[in-house]
């Protein structure tokens, strides 16, 4: 049921895998440990399948996958099987503001409506893209205790037409005064990259990121496209039991929440992020520093991406978790050891804590410290 890739070769902007000579760069314990943990998770979250990589020192050292990626046809998860990455999304949305912003194509500290009209209450200050990435812009996040909007059952042609179900709501606080997490700010930032660039977000997502970094199974979950290896998607609900997960169509928040990826499409991109040329030497600050709101609070966010520390204040690591109908995602990168992990499964629970994100934060880590 398990299928494992270890490969050498990482530079700082392209992985190379089937073409390169493979290298067992982790040794015998990790492999079996790493393993093990993939099995835990499908036992523990009765989950499909889950997928996971670790790039450690530039190379990716190990990669897994365990379960299904289609539980009707008992169609194997493989390495290469395209999975929702629900938040894991953010990230990706905030750098590809950043690399426009780095040729002047957008201005992360201009108010938002000057792309985004629609935007209303347009005396409560101005929303900037660093407001929107830090989670400080005022704008709301879905109401999960109503289905219809928390979940999408509707297909839109595009990011501005789904933006005006929302656009027109009032703000819940005024810009930079509070932190507030917020998807549908995500949206916003990416309708505003769209109009900057006459591009849209699916061709940003690939011209920014997926091609540069040959990130080869990385696209947005466009819901009416035939997506070869996209996975099927499943959730654990209250009876116990594993179904096919209630539909739910991204069309209306690829930036947010909408977008397909592998485990090691997501660590590479960390390594990029964080050690490559993906972003510019005078952005990367707003990367790797946390961001306040107006009275010097931190949000326990930089710009698109949570920081965490240790007791000291000390940076640990820089990471984003993701859930959505049928996926779990994780992606993690550690400064102090050059570590990324990236994690993906293809089964959510409706209720209760998964054991994914444990053995993400804490068991896959440990191993490969």
Not at 217 to 237: A, E, G, K, W
Request: hydrophobic residues 40%; aromatic residues 8%.
């Amino acid at each position: 049921m398990q299928i494992h890739k270890l490969t050498t070769g990482l530079s700082a902007l392209t992985l190379a895998s089937s073409a390169c000579a493979a290298q067992q760069s982790a040794d015998a314990y990790e492999i079996s440990a790493a393993n093990a943990v993939l099995e835990t998770v499908i036992e523990r979250d009765q989950s499909a399948g889950v997928m996971a990589a670790i790039i450690r020192d530039g190379e990716l050292v190990w990669s897994g996958a365990s379960g299904f990626a289609d539980l009707e046809a008992r169609l194997e998860l493989t390495s290469d099987t395209r999975m929702r990455i629900g938040s894991v999304s953010k990230p990706f949305t905030a750098m590809i503001a950043l690399r426009l912003a780095a040729r002047g194509e957008l201005d992360v500290n201009a108010d938002i409506r000057d792309l985004v009209s629609e935007l209303t209450e347009p005396n409560i200050g101005i929303i900037t893209a660093r407001n929107i990435a830090g989670h400080t812009s005022g704008i709301r996040h879905y109401d999960f205790s109503d289905i219809m909007d928390a979940n999408n059952f509707f297909y839109y042609p595009s990011l501005t037409d789904a933006l005006a179900r929302t656009a027109s709501d009032p703000l819940i606080s005024q810009p930079g005064v509070s932190f507030n997490y917020s998807s549908l700010a995500y949206n916003v930032l990416g309708v505003a990259s769209e109009r900057a660039t006459g591009r849209d977000f699916g061709t940003l997502l690939k011209d920014e990121i997926s091609t540069p970094l040959n990130l080869e199974n990385t696209m947005i979950d466009h819901p009416l496209n035939v997506i070869v290896r996209r996975t099927r998607f499943y959730t654990l609900f209250p009876d116990g039991v594993t179904r096919n997960t209630i539909w739910r169509d991204s069309s209306d928040f690829y930036p947010s929440g909408g977008i397909l990826s592998t485990a090691e499409d997501i660590a590479q991109f960390a390594i990029a992020v964080f050690e490559g040329e993906l972003i510019s030497p005078e952005l990367m600050p707003l990367v790797l520093t946390e961001t306040t709101t107006n009275d010097g609070t931190g949000t326990g966010y930089t710009f698109g991406w949570q920081i965490v520390r240790d007791e000291t204040g000390a940076v640990l690591h820089y990471e984003h978790g993701g859930e959505t109908n049928g996926g779990y995602a994780y992606v993690r990168y550690t400064p102090s050891t050059r570590t990324a992990i990236g994690m993906i499964g293809n089964t959510n629970q409706a209720v209760g804590e998964p054991y994914f994100f444990e053995a993400a934060r804490q068991d896959l880590p440990a191993i490969f410290q």
